[in-house]
């Protein structure tokens, strides 16, 4: 055996941190896409309990987190992109007045000042569709969030098994 | 009831048998039970169907004869009501223990169009192996789900032909002789089903 060089010791994050990184203010989606993104995220912005319910078959996967705003001004979080899904949207189930169950999109979502935000089973979530590569259990799934400031955070949400309860 | 002969009510068996009876009724109503899910008993038909799963073209409730059957439509191109309530679903059915065994969880998808009797057993065995995943004809389903009275309604589809189904969120439980019991949904705990599935398994 020969004696290799030890490659730099990656601190270990916990699983619920996002991936946070440079602040690039009015970067375009193109740009993103070439270059490593810039993890940056509006000033104040924290990521808690971020999760993807698997589901089998490839079917559209829900993904979701806790945006916590400790800033004094309202964030608006106005889309997601990944690189693991060729789709990503904002979506909400509601209960109709007759009780039944639907779901739609929405193009906003309002994180205001010293509060927080949920986006978690039954009311708002990530609606993550068309794999780019098979997701199982375990796995991370890369989100880039998108804020009206036009900033983006990056977000890692592990892959929690079908029948994962809150 | 027409009242006992007064030679018959003097016999000391039939007052033991009398009193007997009054014990038992008081002791009724002293354990009147609380269901945490709604109590719907008798107000829906009992449980019957004609379903397509992976194995079986016709799977009916012959097949789940003696189970505690938990029956929610839904569809798999949900991503969160559907599987959220599976999910409960599917942890109070394994919290029972080695009593899971006595209970199946029916999930029966209301969009035929997109969900396989193949994919929907991979779907429902995601979240329990004592689930099943049935669906039918377009018409079969519209049927069934008239039986008991579920609502359901395919929306527009998008430009990539992607489509929202509306749809009732209730679970119907029923008890092991096929009788409907209870109504739950995705407001309901998994400690709620579980508490009302021990109950139902031991005091049928």
């Known amino acids: 055996m020969t004696a290799r060089a030890h490659p730099p010791k990656r ?17 375009t989606g193109a740009s993103l896409r070439a270059a490593p993104p810039p993890p940056a995220g509006p000033p104040g912005i924290e990521v808690r309990q971020p999760w993807v319910r698997w589901l089998p078959a490839g079917l559209p996967a829900a993904g979701y987190l806790t945006l916590v705003n400790i800033s004094g001004e309202d964030r608006t979080l106005t889309g997601a992109t990944s690189p693991d899904y060729a789709s990503v949207m904002l979506h909400v189930s509601y209960t109709l007045p007759n009780g039944d169950m639907s779901m739609r999109p929405i193009s906003r979502l309002r994180v205001p000042a010293h509060g927080e935000q949920k986006l978690s089973p039954g009311g708002y979530h990530l609606m993550l569709m068309r794999q780019r590569h098979p997701i199982k259990p375990g796995d991370t799934v890369t989100v880039d969030l998108k804020f009206a400031d036009g900033r983006i955070l990056r977000v890692g949400l592990p892959v929690k098994p079908a029948g994962q309860t809150e | 009831m027409t009242p006992p002969s007064s030679a018959v009510a003097r016999l000391p068996w039939f007052r033991a048998l009398a009193l007997s009876l009054l014990l038992l009724a008081g002791g009724c109503f002293h354990r009147s039970l609380h269901w945490d899910l709604t109590d719907i008993s008798g107000a829906l038909p009992n449980l019957q169907f004609d379903l397509a799963t ?13 189970k505690v059957v938990l029956m929610y439509f839904g569809y798999m191109h949900c991503p969160d009501v559907c599987p959220l ?22 999930f029966i998808s209301v969009d035929p169009k997109r969900d396989t009797p193949a994919l929907l057993h991979a779907y429902a065995q995601a979240f329990s192996p004592e689930a099943i995943g049935a669906t039918s004809s377009p018409e079969g389903i519209r049927d069934l789900a008239k039986l008991y009275r579920v609502a359901y309604q395919a929306e527009a589809p998008d430009p990539d032909g992607n489509y929202v189904v509306t749809h009732s969120k209730g679970v119907y439980v029923f008890d092991a ?3 409907v019991r209870l109504l739950g949904s995705d407001s309901d705990s998994a400690q709620a089903f579980e508490h009302d599935l021990r109950q139902l398994l031991q005091s049928p």
């Open chain 2, 85 to 106: 309530t599976m999910a409960r679903l599917g942890e109070a059915v394994r919290s029972l223990g080695k009593d899971a065994d006595r209970v199946r969880i029916l």
């Open chain 2, 54 to 66: 992976k194995d079986r073209p016709h799977f009916t409730e012959a097949d789940l004869r003696g």
């Open chain 2, 177 to 179: 002789a096929g009788r």
């Open chain 1, 11 to 27: 601190r270990r994050r916990p699983g619920w941190l996002p991936v946070l990184g440079l602040a690039l203010a009015g970067a």
